[in-house]
């Protein structure tokens, strides 16, 4: 209904003419998404609860990158920038990648947005027409449908292995002459999966064979477990007109909240995707993304004292649910979720529920895809002393339910 009931007089004094007052009531689009699980999380938090929801880092952002924002606004560098991104830090996501992955993209390989997440609505945005599918795993991190749905496209969902990884053949059901993107996320949220090198060289010879764009998020790049070997879409440079790199500065240097990401592509792309990207930003915060150039540039120490630390929490909480009967983990290689399954005939927003109520906030596995049934997310981004009472108390939850 987009008009209400109500009737006044009209203001002119007509008398006996009445009109039907129109509310402005939101988009279609905007009811979608505040209808989604992920919107109607409470908002008011417990008094003393324990808090493993939240998708990010409880440390600081490293002092040398804070400095380097502070350089910049002395510095007067508080006016618009290039609408690409600013050439010291294009430079310097081309000088990272040459030093983690030994590839040699240029600046013009690069475009610089305000987070991950902008970065994924500029694609949605400048490839989706009504109609065009992308494909999206299940479970997989919420956005990437919102946004294509956002973008009045079709999200297509394909189921994944009991491992989180790839089942092509599933994957091959869902694949139609209006498939145009697909998104998938490695390390995966929620799943910590990391996918191989031959499950990324598989999917990007689907994407070449079927015309379609393959999006890599790779946003937790450098939370990767020992033992795990984690392979970057970007050394895939045969592919470069059919791939795509999504990556951001939030987890990696725990900069959630200054807001940058990037996208790594074909120089055409990136012109395409600049479009969109200007229209609705002009450009990213210009002393963030100074802070940014000083993270990708400088020493990565920090990124690897913060890994260590994530691996003893990640050693700690599996260790923890290992004791809980009735629940099954898969082994998380990287980023900071776990996403244990449980048996109890709750479903996963029940338990969620369920868990708020005994003072320990977890994410529901749905807010994932149909497939995160039975499962819940927990994010170890939280010191031990935390994760042990949190840890403690979700197993007392789960043990009063027999
Ligand atoms: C896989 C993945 N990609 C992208 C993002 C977006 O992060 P940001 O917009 O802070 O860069 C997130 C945030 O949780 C994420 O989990």
Redesign the pocket.
Known sequence: MSCRDAIETNRAGTIGVERRRKVIETSERVKRLSGSERSKRPIAIPKGAIRLDM??PDFPTPTHIQEAAKRAVRDNRTHYGSAFGEPALREAICLSLKRDYGVDPRPENVLVT???????HVISATYLNPGDEALIPDPE?S?YADSVALFGGTPVSFPLKADFHVDFDALAERLSPRTKLMFI?SP??PTGRVLAEEEIRGLARLAEKNDFLLVL?E??HKLIFSGVRFFSICRLEAFAERTLL?N????TYAM?GW???YMVADAQRIKEMVVFHKALTICPNVPAQMACAAAAAGSQECVETMRREYEKRRDLVEQKLKQIKGLHTPPCEG?FYVFPRFEHPLTSQQMTEYLFDKGILVRSGTEFGARGQKHLRICFAASLEILEEGMDRFKRALDALG
Do not use: C
């Open positions: 998708g990010e305000s987070g991950g997440i902008e970065a994924i991190y956005a996320s995966g949220n998020d946003a937790y999504l951001s500065f939030s987890k959630t807001r940058v990401g980023a």
